[in-house]
Each structure stands twice: as structure tokens, then as C-alpha cells.
């Protein structure tokens, strides 16, 4: 008999505690208890919402990607879209005639490097090459941006006189080339390029214009400089564009 009452006195006691153990974990104060290792959380943590808006397939909140900052952006600022209408006449013939320019020169200095036979000739043409050359460039991109086609050569006047440029040589050569792209034709070409900064409608035309003209301006001194040192005071053999000059190498007024 005392078995059967030690038996049922463990009994009770078991239960009490079981009783005791639920009351406590109605409270909402677990026993103390090391957590599982799965991913289950405990019933007072709430559960995590992902973009499913449930726990299955949720993105934790400790992965999830912090917004950007109000107002900032990835991209970078997006390059002025080329004009959808066409220049004004006067502007889109001064980039023409100044791309056949352009072209002219270049084409008859690579002339002068070929067949010419001083030294300051051939320098002179380099110094032709280098900033047409860089000039162009920039007057593509600007023809680009304003929606205008520009001509891929020089005039159908231009080729004819580089075609007779060709057929000279060597000091012959010399002097048909300042003849042709010396003092004179630097002085029209300033004068176009003056009238484009001064009487343009496009801002960026008459910019470019503007921008342009100190280069030419020194063109023209280095073609004067050429012109004076090899026919200036030679009366019988200058070129019809050079300059006189006094006894003391003054020019004629």
C-alpha cells in the first residue's frame, strides 16, 4: 500500500507542475530555455513580412535594400539632344563654305609636304594640317548637333585649283602655293568667319566663329611672314598678293 500511495503522491506532483509550467507560459514569460536552431521565431516576436506579405518565401528585413536617398540618382546628367530643325540659311552656308575651306587647306598643304621644296613651305603646311585638322572636328560636332549635313571636300572650284597645283614642283611649286592659299586667301577666310560671329542666328555658330578667328588671324601673319621672305621684295617673281616693299622693307602704303 505505501507503494501505491508513493506512486500517486509522484503522480500529483508531476501534474502540479505541469499546471504550474503552463500558468507561467500564459503569462508570457517562457521558461528559460535555449531557442531551437531553426529559423522559427518565438510567439512574441511578430512575424516578417516579405514582399508575399507572409512568412513563407518573405525576404528577411536584415536583407532587404535601404531606399535611396530623397533626390539622388544613378544616372548621369544626360548630353543636350541634337536639334530637331534645321539651321538658319546663313548659318548652314557659313559652315558649308567653311568646311570646303577647311578641306582646302588641308588637302593642298598635304600637296606642299609631297611636292614643295623649302623647308618653311613645308612647315608652314604642317602647321595647316594640325589645326584644320582640329578645327573640322569640332565644326562636325557642331554641324552635328544643329541637324546640317556638311560637304566631305573642297567646292568643285577648289579641286580644279588643286588639281593645277599638282602639276607644279619644287620651287614652282612653292610659289603657286602661297599664290593660292597665302596672304590672300587667309584674309577671306577671316572675313567669313567674322561676319558668321558678328551676324550669325545661332548662339553656338557664332561662337564657334568667334572661337575660331584667333587661330586664322595668326595663319594669316605666318602666311604674310612666308610670302614677304621668299617673293616679297623679289618684284619679278612675287606672287600677285604679296606686298611691296620700301628700300628699307617697310610695305608700300
Do not use: C
Amino acid at each position: 500500500m505505501a507503494f501505491f500511495r508513493l506512486q500517486r503522491t509522484a503522480a500529483t506532483l508531476a501534474a502540479a507542475g505541469l499546471a504550474l509550467s503552463g500558468a507561467v507560459w500564459a503569462q508570457g514569460s517562457p521558461p528559460d530555455v535555449a531557442p531551437p536552431t531553426s529559423a522559427v521565431t518565438s510567439p512574441n516576436t511578430p512575424p516578417a513580412t516579405g514582399s508575399s506579405g507572409s512568412q513563407s518565401g518573405g525576404t528577411p528585413a536584415t536583407n532587404r535594400t535601404a531606399p535611396a536617398p530623397s533626390g539622388a540618382t544613378g544616372a548621369a546628367p544626360a548630353a543636350p539632344a541634337a536639334s530637331a530643325s534645321k539651321p538658319a540659311h546663313a548659318d548652314a552656308s557659313f559652315m558649308d563654305d567653311a568646311a570646303h575651306a577647311g578641306h582646302y587647306e588641308v588637302e593642298a598643304a598635304k600637296l606642299a609636304l609631297q611636292k614643295g621644296q623649302s623647308d618653311a613651305v613645308k612647315s608652314f603646311a604642317q602647321r595647316m594640317i594640325d589645326d584644320h585638322t582640329a578645327t573640322a572636328q569640332q565644326l562636325q560636332a557642331l554641324a552635328s548637333a544643329k541637324n546640317h549635313k556638311l560637304p566631305d571636300g573642297p567646292s568643285m572650284v577648289q579641286k580644279g585649283k588643286l588639281k593645277l597645283l599638282g602639276t607644279h614642283e619644287g620651287a614652282k611649286f612653292d610659289k603657286s602655293y602661297i599664290d593660292s592659299l597665302g596672304p590672300k586667301a587667309h584674309r577671306d577666310t577671316i572675313k567669313l568667319f567674322e561676319k558668321a560671329a558678328s551676324k550669325g542666328h545661332d548662339a553656338d555658330v557664332k561662337a564657334f566663329a568667334d572661337k575660331t578667328l584667333p587661330t586664322l588671324r595668326e595663319h594669316l601673319t605666318l602666311a604674310e611672314q612666308l610670302d614677304q621672305s621668299m617673293n616679297g621684295k623679289d618684284q619679278k617673281n612675287a606672287t600677285h598678293d604679296a606686298p611691296r616693299y620700301n628700300k628699307d622693307g617697310t610695305p608700300k602704303k
